[in-house]
């Protein structure tokens, strides 16, 4: 079991699912990032794309135009110590972001959709998030359905990582993400959750974003986005206990909190904070 390291979610976007539209301004965004930063998120994600359910394509100059001026200042020191996530699919917007400053690629198609992801990470030596997702953001939830869903998203993650290797990515370079809510039904993401050691028995660093998402208010009575905070902070206390690494949250400060009375009861040290 490794001690939990927070990512702290910065969406440059009109229309993500829980925040869209509200850091779609540079100043806003940087500020969030320095908020979460402040917070205790060891990692900022930066993303420019939506990829909630049904969400429309953004063309790469777009996608640029959003998160380049933002990963450029707070790489310039406005996030403290925190890394910084590039959160996209596309190799060219990845490059521009390493180009300033970023470190890690989270790439939630786990280098399917853009064929040059691959070489790109593993040429430039940085960390990489693959997730796993069934078909596309844009059909994803249409009827997902599985043989078995735990073994299935471990033998596509085992395979990812395989064809990473094999494009010469430096296996300890790579964190693995079973995607909770990209093609899953709220009992998919439940038996992700509670078997998420046979995921960690890969070998490699396990990520999971639980945060806000819809399951969480599925099965507490209806919640809206803005009320998950208390079944986020449940799904990501169980994951920790079935060895979770890495926690994507928008709530940085509670998530962190939360994780580290988690981490002391399991006597894990106290987690990266920036
Ligand atoms: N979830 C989202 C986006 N990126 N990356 C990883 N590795 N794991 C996740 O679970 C994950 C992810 C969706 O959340 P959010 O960014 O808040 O929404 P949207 O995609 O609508 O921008």
Redesign the pocket.
């Known amino acids: 079991m490794r001690p939990p390291v927070i ?1 702290g ?1 910065v ?1 440059v ?1 009109p ?6 539209g509200l850091f779609l301004d540079a100043d806003a965004a940087v500020e969030q990032g320095r908020r979460l930063a402040a917070e205790g998120a060891a990692i900022l ?1 930066l ?1 420019g ?4 359910p049904g ?1 429309a394509p953004v063309p790469e100059d777009e996608e640029l135009r959003r998160v380049l001026p933002v990963v450029e200042r707070l790489a310039g020191g406005e996030a403290a110590h925190a890394r910084l996530s590039i ?1 996209t699919t596309k190799a060219t917007v990845a490059a521009a972001a390493l180009g300033a400053g970023a470190t890690i690629v ?3 198609s786990a280098f399917r959709f853009d064929p040059a992801m691959a070489g790109l990470v593993a040429d430039s030596g940085v960390d990489c ?3 796993h997702m069934l078909g596309e ?1 844009r059909t994803m939830q249409e009827d997902p359905r599985y043989d078995d869903v735990v073994s299935d998203v471990k033998a596509f993650l085992e395979e990812r990582l395989a064809f990473a290797v094999s494009e010469g990515v430096d296996e300890e370079h790579v ?1 693995l ?6 093609g899953k039904t709220v009992e998919h993401n439940l038996e992700l959750l509670r078997r998420l050691d046979e995921i960690v028995a890969i070998g490699r660093p396990v ?7 819809s399951f969480l208010g599925k099965l507490a009575g209806g919640r809206d986005e803005g009320e998950r905070l208390p079944g986020t902070i449940a799904a990501n206390v169980l994951a920790l206990e079935r060895g979770a690494t ?1 926690f ?1 949250v ?1 709530d940085v400060a509670q998530n962190a909190d939360a994780l580290a009375v988690a981490a002391a009861t399991f006597r894990l040290d106290v987690g990266e904070r920036a």
């Open positions: 990512m979610v969406n976007t229309d993500s699912f829980s925040d869209g994600d993303g794309e939506s990829t909630r969400a959160d989270n790439d939630v998030c693959l997730m953001p964190w993400d079973p995607g909770i809510g990209f990520a999971i974003g639980t945060s806000r998402k890495i994507r928008h």
